[in-house]
């Protein structure tokens, strides 16, 4: 009977290592999102300031609670060692793939946004094209009559 009680803890322990693993898998994704919108778009110190504070916030977050889920809120060693494990394999096998999907979804994300904007600035730019042909005409036939007094 203590036996199985002693498997059932350890079998447990190793079940949050695994969860743990995936969280630091899962937040090797998130922080190349963020690497990969760096990489794409021209960012400056504040905004990457920012950037490095949600990440942090949000993956505090969640590290608290998995641990207040699976654990009872208690930090354990090997918890940190299963999340640092799961982000080094992000980060040595998964990383250079996941980048270039992130970054070439960002891409058609982009110009979707771009032609979508043009969409809707367009009737914007006929008008302030056509008033301000319409101005200039006026201002010469203005400056002619006045010539012509």
């Keep these: ?3 199985k009680k002693i498997a059932d803890i350890i079998i ?3 079940h949050l290592f695994f969860i743990s693993g995936l969280y630091g898998i899962l937040l090797g994704l998130w922080y190349e999102f963020f690497r990969t919108l760096r ?3 021209v960012h400056k110190n504040k905004m990457v300031h920012l950037e490095d504070v949600i990440f ?16 009872q809120g ?4 090997y ?15 998964l990383s250079e793939v996941i980048g270039k999907l992130f970054s070439v979804f960002i891409k058609i994300i982009s110009k979707i946004v771009k032609i ?3 969409i809707i600035l367009f009737p914007g730019k006929v008008i302030v ?3 301000g042909k319409m101005l200039k005409n006026m201002r010469r036939t203005v400056k002619i009559i006045r010539r012509n007094k």
């Design 116 to 118: 979508t904007g043009e």
């Design 74 to 77: 208690m930090v354990r060693f």
């Design 1 to 3: 009977m203590e036996n």
């Design 79 to 93: 918890c940190l060692v299963g999340l640092e494990c799961g982000a080094v394999f992000y980060f040595l096998v």
């Design 12 to 14: 447990k322990q190793i």
């Design 56 to 71: 942090c916030f949000t993956a505090a977050i969640g590290l608290f609670i998995l641990f207040q889920v699976y654990n």
């Design 129 to 131: 094209k056509n008033t």
């Design 39 to 41: 990489k794409n778009f």
